[in-house]
């Protein structure tokens, strides 16, 4: 069973997975919303068992880390992962993102291509041609937003919705995963990153390309936030060396609904590196 260590970053405790040998080369796993590190369950074994460090946070406010003391923004986030990583004293790393995750991670390849030894991106995408589903629409919209997430407050209804949409999903990974929504300051954390995003903010960041390394997009055929048509976008415009996977008959939350698909394919990913 992994366990979730915690450091004191900025003031905040920070709670994130750390597996693997410390001289190995080393995987960040970066989440997205409404999850924690706890999404990368299943996965971390499977990286680590391939010959790598697995290295997963709770990104602030999420799981077991302490919000922001400030507004919980994009920026903020990619700040952090400049800390997170001199904290930890990495440099290059192998980067794994989801979701939310992958905006921000995405977002910081961008800017540190030269840090990205190799890359995984499942169910998120930076292309200007998204349309934020329409629960993120409301989200982003002052009052609308507030009030829809007061329903999350009905911790039995939001898990057995959850359930609904990700059967066979682990009991411990949707407590974790509802730890966000608690209370009302820490829903905020989930609105203030939804609002901190627009269409100005992205197209600088659409050169990917500048990725020459090894590159693997994988993607649930029914995800209903992201369609699966931006694994090919990615693909075709910005990531020609990607090999992409579809997973049939699976959502958005593939790392917990279906980890025995996703497991192979994260390993032929790691094994192919080490060749």
Not at 264 to 271: E, Q, T
Request: with cysteine.
């Amino acid at each position: 069973m992994i366990q979730k260590q915690t450091m004191v970053l900025n003031e905040q405790k920070i709670s994130y997975f750390d597996e693997g040998s410390k001289d190995s080369p080393p995987v960040l796993l970066l989440h997205g919303v409404p999850e924690s590190s706890m999404l990368w369950k299943h996965i971390i074994p499977e990286v680590v068992s391939t010959g790598f460090r697995a290295i997963a946070p709770d990104l602030p406010g999420f799981g077991q880390s302490d919000q922001f003391k400030t507004k919980s923004t994009w920026e903020n986030y990619l700040i952090f992962i400049n800390n997170f990583m001199e904290t930890l004293d990495l440099d290059e790393i192998h980067l794994i993102v989801h979701d939310w995750g992958g905006i921000i991670g995405l977002r910081w390849a961008c800017d540190h291509p030269e840090k990205v030894s190799s890359l995984v991106i499942s169910d998120t995408s930076l292309d200007p041609e998204y349309k934020w589903h329409p629960i993120a629409r409301k989200w982003r919209t002052p009052g609308e937003g507030e009030r829809i997430m007061e329903k999350t407050g009905n911790k039995t209804l939001w898990m057995k919705n959850m359930k609904n949409e990700v059967p066979g999903i682990d009991e411990d990974v949707l407590e974790d995963f509802y730890c966000v929504y608690q209370t009302e300051q820490s829903r905020n954390v989930i609105l203030d990153l939804y609002r901190s995003a627009n269409q100005k903010l992205v197209e600088p960041y659409l050169n990917l390309s500048k990725i020459k390394t090894c590159v693997t997009i994988l993607w649930g055929e029914k995800d209903p936030y992201v369609d699966y048509e931006f694994a090919y976008k990615t693909q075709e415009k910005q990531l020609s060396q990607a090999n992409v996977y579809i997973i049939p008959n699976a959502g958005h939350f593939i790392h917990v609904e279906v980890p025995e698909k996703v497991k192979p394919i994260i390993g032929d990913h790691f094994r192919s590196i080490m060749c």
